[in-house]
């Protein structure tokens, strides 16, 4: 009879591990200090949360859903800084250790208005080459990303190219 009921439990998804009806719901219970969130970026199982924290940082984090379930699997931040064009953070949202297996986020902020598109590069065998997307933080400043399902290891070191609305180079690192 014990063996019945936990085979129901197990193949109904009812278990102790915390799920939540909306992303947001499962993004508060993880006890994440913040200002709030700023925007959420649709995956296909899934959705890449953008928050403010409380000391002058901003953060990202994957909530997952499964099932109409969601959970929050985790996060990273970084300090906001105005002292450069643009700045860099990355995140690999599951700890994937291969392509396929989860999501990686390369971000940043952009604080020079010049900046009208910005060209990411990662040059080895995984041949990341991508536009990252902007949205307005609210905060001062523009955040861009680059999400993938691609693992691009422990230490990706990028290259970006600012471009102007000319499509002129006024950036690159």
């Known amino acids: 009879m014990f063996i019945l009921i ?24 993880t006890g994440i200090k913040s200002k709030g969130i700023i925007k959420k970026v649709q995956l296909t199982d899934g959705e890449v949360i ?12 994957l909530a997952r859903n499964y099932k109409g379930n969601w959970k929050w699997i985790s996060g990273h931040g970084m300090e906001a800084s105005s002292s450069f064009p ?4 990355w995140a690999n949202l599951e700890q994937m250790k291969k392509a396929g297996k989860g999501y990686h986020i390369f971000w940043g902020s952009v604080n020079d208005e010049k900046i009208n598109k910005l060209h990411i590069t990662y040059d080895n065998e995984w041949n990341l080459n991508e536009d990252a997307l902007f949205f307005d933080s609210g905060l001062g400043f523009r ?22 609305k000319d499509d002129q180079i006024v950036y690159e690192n």
């Open 6 to 29: 936990v085979s129901i439990l197990i193949f109904t998804g009812c278990t102790t591990e915390e799920s939540y009806k909306t992303p947001e719901q499962a993004f508060v219970a």
């Open 50 to 61: 953008f928050y403010e924290g409380l000391n002058n940082d901003v953060g990202v984090g």
């Open 86 to 89: 643009v700045t860099f953070s």
């Open 143 to 164: 955040i861009w990303y680059v999400v993938s399902t691609y693992y691009y290891g422990t230490v990706p070191g990028i290259k970006a190219t600012g471009y102007d």
